[in-house]
């Protein structure tokens, strides 16, 4: 994520005590950060919760747990072990627990219900947990995750990915980004003050704000300077037209079971050096493989979000008009 520069000044939020603290060591009081996807997961995980003065974040038997609850099928969910552990926690520590996982809110190549699953689950185990939700722009929530799809092995163009027609390995769903469904759902579970929604767009724009807030929400502080380096930087367009060619020809992955000339190993190596040598080069050059069409598709994709929008905004703090997000406009049928 691209953050501004003004976060990796030595951030004056090091420093910074909350105006105030929330109650600490109450069990249930833990604190769920569920995604989405390519909302910037990364940034928050490795450079901002570490970083938060008298939260328990980064147990590695608690990441497991997090794991098989956002992945396990019915029969393999470990409910009962993950309650042990927390109970074992509690009883040897008062600070609340910090838990992030983007795959809380569902499989991008999956469908669209696994979200709604396992908000159920988290309910079921942290019925009082605070939950941090982050959404984005849907045309360009598409653009990520497809550039995501080709990161893993994808070949197909942007068009044939969004249709979903014969996509190998994949049942993505659009009702995916029909964000008012999940963030809806955690409310009726956990209650409107216990889930904040924030717009990827205010965070990525505002990172001062967005860290202020967060601080004041969990009752804590950072206790060190946030970096603004990016993290899991995207390829260009044209970057991604290679890499989708070069997968086409030589990746076996799931959504490429047979390429065309030889499955050849090193198929993340292949994308490491596309980001770090060749995409930089693309770039210098301005080079494009795509344009108006995809544009309009996306577009005209975005608009059929507009009441889903219109529902999530009950939800979120934030303008959503103010970022973009389509929006009814009134007297318009959709």
Known sequence: MSVSAAVGRAHRVASRVSPRRAPRGQAGEHIVHVGYHKTASTWL??????????????????????VNLATAA???????????????????????????????????????????????????????ARILMAVRRQD??????????????????????????GVPGSRFSLRHLEYDRLVGRYVDLFGRDRVWVVPYEYLRACPERFLDRLCQMLGTRLIAPVSDARLNHSLSRPGLWLLRSWNGLFRRSRFNPDPRLAALPGGRRARNIMQQQVDPLLRRLGYKTDGAENARMLADLASQFARSNERLQQFCGEPLSDWGYALPVEGQQI
């Open 45 to 66: 995980q490795v450079s901002v919760f570490p970083h938060l003065a008298d939260v328990r974040y980064g147990d590695p038997l608690l990441a497991h747990f997090i």
């Open 74 to 128: 019915d029969p393999t969910f470990f409910a009962a072990g993950f309650r042990s552990v927390l109970r074992q926690i509690d009883q040897i520590s008062g600070g609340p627990l910090l838990l992030s996982n983007e795959g809380l809110s569902g499989s991008l190549w999956d469908d669209d219900e696994t979200g709604l699953r396992n908000a159920e689950r988290l309910h079921g185990l942290l019925p009082a």
């Open 140 to 165: 360009e929530m598409l653009r990520s995750i497809h550039g995501q799809y080709v990161n893993e092995g994808g070949t197909r163009p942007l068009r044939a990915f969004v249709e979903g027609r």
